[in-house]
Each structure stands twice: as structure tokens, then as C-alpha cells.
């Protein structure tokens, strides 16, 4: 079963519990005093309301930048009027920060994000979850994805995209399966609403490493850049012996491969769709297979 980093209780919970998806853009401060708080929020436009926020001050606020002494045209008002007074004084008038509250949800999101980093210890960009493919799991139309090995899902596209419908559809139990409630809950709130709350600075990526019945191993990404979806790792996979699955050949696919049984024929099928010469072994003993790169090309011969 599921041997990932940390534990979800109930994934109907989790979703029902997640914060509205975030509409906002906080720009990054390295703000260690609370006069950079305020340089940062100063090099805003007056009129200006924005976001701020600092995973080492562990804050997010929300401020509106305003003239020092409260002066600006009277007949300018609402956004577009300060917009208007902004590009006319701005260069020239003193001006001031106001720090207002930040709403709910938005305060909701980013602390959650501190919980992540603080139990991970690490950036939000590089969250690692280990999960071990059931071997009788199947997808949401009935696909056995849980007989998969890495050589099927490189040399059988509809195998690959099978693999990443199954793992979005089990996100909620992936994110959490051996961890306390609270933070699986908290991570999967983040996957669910994932549309760049944090813009400027670390986005949330997880990286699953999913290892399959027969050992081989495939990682599959989950980040803002492709909306929480899961996307395969080109060149990720490893097959049963350790043996790096090639998706691409050059100058680094030379070298001996050590090739189980279970494996010859996928190895054998990858190798071969990539225009690989290659003479093929029978029998079930392990094979050996010293490939050499010619410079344009790559041929394998069994020692």
C-alpha cells in the first residue's frame, strides 16, 4: 500500500475544508526590520494596495500606500482617480504606508504554507512524496494501472497518460496517507487551490516518485505551472535492476546495462523505438548489454 511521507485521515474532509481558491499577487520582501516592511511597501505607486509577505518573518500583510500628509486632489477619488493622482504626484509627494487586515482566506492559505515548509524543511517548490503503486489498482474507467512497470509507461503512451489520470484522481489519499490529519489536510487544501497565490517567489511543486509491483520507479510532478495536475518526468524512470529507463539517446546512454529477465523485453522495445542497434538475448538468465556511442548513434551488443 501506500508508503508516502505523511498521513491522511479522510479525503472527503480534506476537500470540503479547503480555502476559496486565492485571487491575489504578494510580491517577496527579505524583510528583516520593520523600516525594509515599509521601503518595500513605499516602492508602490500611491494608491497602490497590495500584498507583501515573508516565509522567514513568517508574515503576510496587505497595505495601501497613501500621501504622507493625507493631501492628493479631492475631485480624484476611487481607483481610478488615485491612479490618475498617482502618475501626476507620485514622483514628487512624500508618501506613507497604511497596513490593513489581511482577509481570512488569504491568511488561512499562507499559514498553511508555513506548515508545509516548516515540516518538510525545505522550499514549497521541492515537496518529495513516496508512493508505492497497489498492484491491483485501477484508474476511474478501468484501466490496471497497477500492473504498470516503467518500460510500459515510456513505451506505451496511453499506459503514461492512464498512470497520471489515476494519480490526480487519488491525489487527496496520495498528499496524505501516513500523516498526521492536519497537515495532510493543509497540503491538500494547497494542491486544490494551486492557481499562484505566491507568485513572486516559491510556487508549490510536489514530486512523486511511484514505485511499481516489480520495483521499477517513475517520477510524476504536481505544481502550479501545470494547475495541480500530474505530469511524468521525462527520463525519471528506473527499471527493476536500478538501469535508467532512456527516453532520449546520446553520448550518456553508453555504458553496461544489467537487464532482469522481467525486463528484456522492455528494454529491448525502448532501445529499439529510439533507433538503437541492438542484438537481442534469450533464455531467462540476466543479461548484460554494453552499449557504445559512435557519436550519432548508439549500439548495444550482449558481452
Not at 528506473?238 to 523485453?265: A, F, M, Q, W
Request: glycine share 10%; proline share 4%; charged share 20%.
Amino acid at each position: 500500500m501506500f508508503k508516502a511521507l505523511f498521513i491522511f485521515a479522510a479525503a472527503a474532509i480534506g476537500i470540503a475544508a479547503m480555502p476559496a481558491k486565492a485571487d491575489i499577487r504578494p510580491a517577496r520582501c527579505d524583510c528583516a526590520t520593520e523600516q525594509i516592511w515599509e521601503n518595500r511597501a513605499k516602492g508602490y505607486a500611491i494608491g497602490h494596495v497590495g500584498y507583501l509577505y515573508s516565509f522567514a518573518a513568517r508574515q503576510l500583510r496587505k497595505f495601501e500606500v497613501v500621501y504622507a500628509d493625507g493631501g492628493g486632489d479631492p475631485l480624484k477619488t476611487g481607483e481610478e482617480g488615485r491612479s490618475r493622482q498617482a502618475e501626476e504626484d507620485d514622483l514628487s509627494a512624500a508618501k506613507a504606508v497604511n497596513w490593513l487586515p489581511v482577509e481570512s482566506r488569504y491568511a488561512t492559505y499562507f499559514n498553511d504554507m508555513l506548515a508545509v515548509r516548516d515540516y518538510f524543511a525545505r522550499p514549497l517548490s521541492g515537496i518529495p512524496i513516496s508512493y508505492e503503486m497497489p498492484p491491483n489498482a485501477v484508474d476511474a474507467r478501468g484501466n490496471p494501472v497497477g500492473t504498470y512497470n516503467g518500460y510500459d509507461v515510456v513505451n506505451t503512451p496511453a499506459f503514461g497518460n492512464n498512470l497520471a489520470d489515476y494519480l490526480n484522481q487519488r491525489r487527496a489519499e496520495i498528499m496524505g496517507q501516513n500523516v498526521v490529519y492536519g497537515l495532510a489536510n493543509k497540503l491538500a487544501a494547497l494542491l486544490q487551490s494551486i492557481d499562484k497565490v505566491i507568485a513572486d517567489g516559491e510556487l508549490l511543486k510536489v514530486t512523486i516518485t511511484v514505485t511499481f509491483s516489480d520495483g521499477s520507479k517513475m517520477e510524476f510532478v504536481m505544481s502550479a505551472d501545470s494547475n495541480g495536475e500530474a505530469k511524468r518526468t521525462t527520463n525519471s524512470g528506473k527499471d527493476s535492476n536500478n538501469n535508467p529507463i532512456r527516453e532520449t539517446i546520446d553520448s550518456s546512454s553508453g555504458g553496461n546495462y544489467i537487464v532482469k529477465p522481467g525486463d528484456l523485453d522492455g528494454f529491448y522495445q525502448n532501445m529499439l523505438r529510439q533507433g538503437v542497434t541492438i542484438t537481442r538475448g534469450s533464455g531467462s538468465r540476466i543479461l548484460r548489454y554494453s552499449c557504445t556511442w559512435n557519436g550519432t548513434r548508439l549500439s548495444c551488443v550482449i558481452q
